[in-house]
């Protein structure tokens, strides 16, 4: 039985087949009852609350649909929020490069902190406050704020009854006629009830791409071989099930003089001596202070102070995701710093999340939350300090951070889904520095821009980092539409990417644009009677969607010195 596949049917014919409930007639308010399941109905149904399922609801709502939006855990946000990472964003961020809406988003979260914490004054003056003065960003911070600017963007529409929000739900069957989706089956995971979801227009915004085998709509996952795509970077050999590690992350805190060490997780010793399988080989054991740079697949050394001082001329990871710096807020506050571990010690590689029936789903889940544990019990009990001891025993979890009982996030943060099957796939000679020329791709049909270096975690089929330069790109409508399904999206992970092609494609800011051309794209065919293929075919109909997106604060071009 597979998992998220387990209830799917789908019919190639133009016969409808009901999956779930027979229908029942329509109430005035939009909904029935068929069986025990509701039917609720709307302009447009988004399964996936995460970056792109949000930004598609935004831009639908605003355009006047009115939505409903399924989300697996109980937070909206994704990898922002429910998997506990802070935003991996490019250079010039701050400027271009992403949607108003995105930037309202990151400017949300700075103004959260300035109105409610007692930040320094020289913090609350800074215009790019970062709360955490993490390396990996220009906005590090803790997963609950984002959720709650998000919320709050959301509201609005809450209130109206424009959204409906469904927490805790996951889709678990559709029904199709022919190509087309007719309604989506949701279960409350709670309490195990049904409801049918039924709009015009479906979206996909899941973390594995859910939707896909569910609606019968041509994907592939894995890796493809260099003769499939003429990528540089391909395998040699195609493989589905050669997908990159994902990571339980988690929070911790320092207390000096404290002692919160967790019981020692009970896969400890399989891991404190696992050395990960990979070509090239990894220098020695997973949890160590040293790793593979990605770039140069060299052994490279990382320090670790849980009190932020510097390592010497090795990156602390410590400093790296941290969210919280106690020196942006008065004394006292916060008595240490707060700091997220996604880290390459606890990317899982023994295997993938997808299309796998769901005993090994949660298998590997369960594996890659010891390993996250045994991480931690690692830094605080043999973990080498500089002053020659070993082991940081004030060390602390913080549940209350990623919302959950045992401080892991609430959701694996996975790095790639199903791929859609699309009109137009992405591939290295698009927007990779060497293969493109040194020059990106320009689509006649672009919808939005993103950017970030082509970085692939080791994988499940012991592959090690593929890691090398892009340039900064555009997201191709044709990337976004599938080659048959008619009125199903993808906005997440699952567009039409390669293996490659979708470590650039990944990111948070990237995520939020594909969401927001999609939520953009359903409203505009939706008023023009249109399908959403229909506008990229017609010339004319693509140049005025194009100048509506950029009505909205979607830009669709980089300038010239990006």
């Known amino acids: 039985m597979k998992r998220r596949k387990f209830l799917g049917l789908t019919v190639m014919g133009t016969a409808s087949l009901t999956v779930g409930h027979p229908r029942e007639h329509l109430n005035p308010h939009g909904s029935s009852t068929a069986g025990n399941a509701p039917l609720l109905k709307a302009d447009l149904v988004i399964a996936g609350g995460g970056l792109g399922g949000v930004a598609a609801a935004l831009a639908a709502l605003r355009n006047g649909m009115s939505v409903i939006l399924t989300e697996e855990t109980d937070w909206i946000g994704g990898q922002l929020t429910s998997q506990g990472v802070p935003p991996d964003e490019h250079p010039w961020i701050e400027t271009h490069g992403a949607p108003a809406s995105y930037r309202k ?10 109105h409610h914490y007692p930040l320094t004054p020289e913090a609350a003056a800074r215009p790019h406050l970062n709360p955490g003065d993490g390396a990996v960003s220009r906005l590090c911070h803790e997963p609950r704020v984002a959720l709650a600017v998000m ?39 709670r309490n195990s009830a049904k409801s049918i979801l039924s709009a015009p227009c479906f979206v996909d915004a899941t ?6 085998p569910l609606t019968g709509t041509e994907y592939v996952t894995g890796a493809e071989s260099k ?55 990894w220098p020695g054991r997973l949890l160590d202070l040293t790793y593979m740079h990605p770039s140069t697949l060299k052994p490279k050394a990382l320090g670790f102070h849980p009190e932020g001082i510097p390592t010497g001329d090795t990156l602390n990871l410590w400093n790296y995701r941290r969210i919280i710096h106690r020196k942006n807020f008065v004394e006292g506050h916060f008595p240490g710093d707060i700091s997220i571990v996604n880290w390459p010690q606890n990317d899982y590689m023994l295997g993938h999340l997808i299309d796998v029936p ?33 082991g940081w025993r004030g060390l602390r979890l913080r549940p209350d951070i990623m919302g959950t009982a045992d401080g892991l996030a609430k959701y694996p943060y996975v790095r790639e889904s199903c791929r859609i099957k699309a009109l137009y796939t992405i591939r290295e000679h698009d927007c990779g ?28 089929r012991g592959n090690n980092y593929i890691d090398f330069p892009s340039l900064p790109f555009q997201i191709p409508l044709g990337s976004l539409l599938p080659v048959r399904i008619q009125n199903l999206l993808p906005a997440n992970k699952n567009i039409g990417t390669t293996h490659i092609t979708n ?24 008023a023009r009677g249109r399908l959403p293929r229909e506008v990229r075919q017609d010339t004319q109909l693509l140049a005025d969607f194009q100048q509506f997106l950029r009505s909205q604060g979607v830009e669709t071009t980089w300038p010239e010195k990006s």
């Open 358 to 390: 769901e005993k090994v789903f949660q298998r590997h889940v369960n594996a890659a939350r010891q390993l996250s544990l045994s991480l931690l019990y690692w830094l605080q009990t043999e973990a080498p300090r500089p002053d020659g001891g070993m």
């Open 227 to 281: 003769s499939q795509t003429g990528e540089l970077h391909a395998s040699d050999q195609a493989d589905s099930t050669n997908q990159q590690a994902f990571t339980m992350c988690f929070a911790m805190d320092f207390v000096p003089g404290a002692d919160h060490v967790i019981d020692r997780p009970a896969d400890y010793s399989f891991w404190r001596d696992h050395v990960p399988d990979l070509r090239p080989a």
């Open 433 to 460: 520095k060497e293969q493109s020329g040194g020059s990106a791709a320009i689509y006649p049909d672009s919808v939005g821009v993103g950017y970030y270096h082509i970085d692939l975690h080791p994988s499940s």
């Open 207 to 212: 973390e594995l791409g859910d939707l896909l």
């Open 105 to 114: 988003l990151r400017e949300g979260i700075r103004d959260y902190y300035r």
């Open 503 to 526: 470590g650039c494609y990944r990111l948070h800011p990237v995520e939020w644009s594909i969401g927001e051309a999609v939520g953009c794209l359903c409203a505009y065919a939706s």
């Open 151 to 189: 919320m709050s963007m959301l509201a609005p529409w809450i209130s109206n009854g424009k959204l409906r929000l469904l927490t805790e739900h996951r889709p678990v069957s559709a029904e199709m006629s022919g190509d087309r989706v007719l309604s989506l089956t949701v279960k409350n995971i």
